[in-house]
């Protein structure tokens, strides 16, 4: 008798570990996602790591895209600041190479040896792309992001541009986007500890 009631426990802890599994609500990203993942329209850049680039250059990595210059007074650098302290931790969840790709939005002022330096101050998982306006623009535009194009003859200028970051997949295709956290008087930046939370979620 005791081993019916041993093997009937049995069968209902099977039954019930079973039906958590499968009932329990599964954890969801916050980040807006592709599915299916969306595949990037041909592009040519110039890369401060590989010189010419085109589509190839995002397979077999994880890639953060966003917009940026390198006379941008706050949001970008803060958010290279704040990508460069959550690298390690999206790392760890990965065995694909985890790599960042400041895409400069003012080709006027920042040529490749101004890009070189600047994102190598951030680090080798950091690189920056460039381009003119004519490739450049629908490139960005192909990412869902945006920026703007200052008056012919202005020197001294800000550009507006995007403060999310794309997330593209180890097929080179885009996979979520991380939309920036907008509070008034604040730098608009996305909450790197809730990327760090969705990628953990999209990687795995």
Known sequence: MSR????LAALIALAAGFA???????????????????????????????????NDALKGQWTLLFTGYTFCPDICPTTMSDLKGVLPALQEETSDPVKVWMISVDPKRDDIERLTQYVNYFGDDFVGVRAEHKELFPFVRDLGLMYSIPDEGEENYLVNHSAAIILVNPNG????????????????????EQLAKDFAIIAN
């Open 173 to 192: 295709h885009r996979k979520a986007i991380f939309n920036a956290d907008h509070q008034r008087g604040e730098v608009p930046v996305v909450d790197m």
């Open 20 to 54: 958590v599994y499968n009932f329990w609500p599964e954890e969801k990203p916050e980040a807006l996602i592709y599915e299916p993942p969306r595949a990037l329209k041909s592009f040519e850049l110039n890369s401060t790591a590989e010189g010419s680039i085109e």
């Open 4 to 7: 019916i009631v041993t093997l």
